[in-house]
């Protein structure tokens, strides 16, 4: 892996450009970081015919490998449809389907299971943040999400995203963005050992640059932004 990553959330939406042209233009020049896009399941197989120097990601996974559960995919069958590394944890699972950390480590424990790179997401509520709790959300989703984890043996990269930072323009400072990657680094070091930490929460084109000057910054995902490549390829270019 290129020691820096730049991943694409697409969440449920698709590039207007269409995935043909937005994959065609991310491979029209090189760029220092490495690069992920991660769809809707159904286009993993259309991203990953046309990813050239791209990675192909998906968004979730089920637990489990197989079995009576209507709407889910594993990461078995998000590996076969061409996925290589699995998003875990987004705070808009956590939200919105109510996943707890219980069922998160359970998701990093499936991507792992099947090989796959795992992008473990982390963060905490504006209210969170105001109660000075931030230090401690993280440590408790960090620890929880690795509790059983072979360090030695897994691919992880986290995703440090301030949910009241996501989609809502408001990115976080670069000062508070150094002050809780080291807070993760910490955690890291004294769980799975030291692993890229990249930031998410509206990167733009804009502020792209001074977010990834932050020490302790090793990419980012990218969600609204990521949708068009023009976008999306100048926040690669920082790096
Ligand atoms: P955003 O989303 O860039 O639109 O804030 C980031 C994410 O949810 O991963």
Request: proline content about 3%; aromatic content about 6%; glycine content about 12%.
């Amino acid at each position: 892996m290129a020691s820096n990553l730049v991943v694409a959330n697409w969440k449920m939406n698709l590039p207007s450009e269409g995935i043909e042209t937005f994959m065609g233009r991310m491979n029209e020049r090189s760029y220092a970081a490495g690069l992920a896009v991660a769809p809707p399941f159904p286009f993993i197989g259309a991203v990953a015919s046309a990813a050239g120097n791209v990675r192909v990601g998906a968004q979730n996974c089920h637990e489990g490998v197989s079995g009576a559960f209507t709407g889910e995919v594993s990461a078995e069958m998000a590996a076969t449809a061409g996925a290589s590394m699995i998003i875990v944890g987004h705070s808009e699972r956590r939200k919105i389907y109510g996943e707890d950390d219980a069922l998160v480590a359970k998701k990093v424990a499936a991507v792992l299971r099947a090989g796959l790179d795992l992008i473990l997401c982390i963060g905490e509520s504006e209210a969170e943040r105001e109660a000075g709790a931030t230090g401690a959300v993280v440590e408790r989703q960090l620890r929880s999400a690795f509790e059983g984890v072979d360090g030695a043996e897994a691919t992880i990269i986290v995703a440090y995203e301030p949910v009241w930072a996501i989609g809502t323009g408001k990115s976080a400072t670069p000062d508070l963005v150094a002050e809780t990657h080291a807070q993760i680094g910490g955690i890291l070091d004294a769980t799975v050992g030291i692993r890229p930490i990249l930031y998410g929460g509206s990167v733009t084109p804009d502020n792209a640059a001074s977010l990834a000057a932050v020490d302790g910054v090793d990419g980012f995902l990218v969600g609204g932004a990521s949708l068009f490549s023009d976008r999306f390829g100048a926040i690669a270019s920082v790096f």
